[in-house]
T-cell receptor, first 112, second 114 residues
């Protein structure tokens, strides 16, 4: 079966740095994605790692270690608007298509 | 471009009723997906369609059927609704560029089954 583990909640202060970890056990692993979801909203794509290493997109960075089945999302210079749920998702290759398996999400609360 | 659209936004059903959730995308994407999200949980894949004319089961397909009407539209049908199907339903699509899979989500349908 497929499983992903991430912390359920994280609290941080505005302007700080926070790291959200994700470990996975899957077969057919193709890559690791991160999605952000504000309360009442739809998930939106943040980043994708297919290879080991760090990917940086503005204030957000994502890291993947395939050998450790581990990744993380790093959020820098936290802003109040970053309060949301963050989901890691494993991309699985299925014949000619791909599908995502999502973790349960990490709720990030940014305090002033 | 509207992206991914879903109708209706809200729906209340009685146990045993049927309904169809509609989804359309205008991004010329090949693959489309239906997820459900229960409170405080991640998204679970119900069904997906890699291309027009094909559909496959995801993690939680029981109680649902789907139709990929054309490249743009992918509908989800509940034949006999049950309270356990109370959830938020999201449709998503992706272009499926090789080695990359950014999914674009619709705004969701909030379904309550009494």
């Amino acid at each position: 079966g497929q499983s992903l583990e991430q912390p359920s909640e994280v609290t941080a202060v505005e302007g700080a740095i926070v790291q959200i970890n994700c470990t996975y056990q899957t077969s057919g692993f193709y890559g690791l994605s991160w999605y952000q979801q504000h309360d009442g909203g739809a998930p939106t794509f943040l980043s994708y790692n297919a290879l080991d290493g760090l990917e940086e997109t503005g204030r957000f960075s994502s890291f993947l270690s395939r050998s450790d089945s581990y990744g993380y999302l790093l959020l820098q210079e936290l802003q109040m608007k970053d309060s949301a749920s963050y989901f890691c998702a494993v991309t699985l290759r299925m014949d000619s298509s791909y599908k995502l398996i999502f973790g349960s999400g990490t709720r990030l609360l940014v305090r002033p | 471009n509207a992206g991914v659209t879903q109708t209706p936004k809200f729906q209340v059903l009685k146990t045993g009723q049927s309904m169809t959730l509609q989804c359309a995308q205008d991004m010329n994407h090949n693959s489309m997906y239906w997820y459900r999200q229960d409170p405080g949980m991640g998204l679970r894949l119900i069904y997906y369609s890699a291309s027009e004319g094909t559909t496959d089961k995801g993690e939680v397909p029981n109680g649902y059927n789907v139709s990929r009407l054309n490249k743009r539209e992918f509908s989800l049908r509940l034949e006999s609704a049950a309270p356990s199907q109370t959830s938020v339903y999201f449709c998503a699509s992706t272009k499926d560029r090789q080695g990359y899979n950014e999914q674009f989500f619709g705004p969701g349908t909030r379904l309550t089954v009494l």
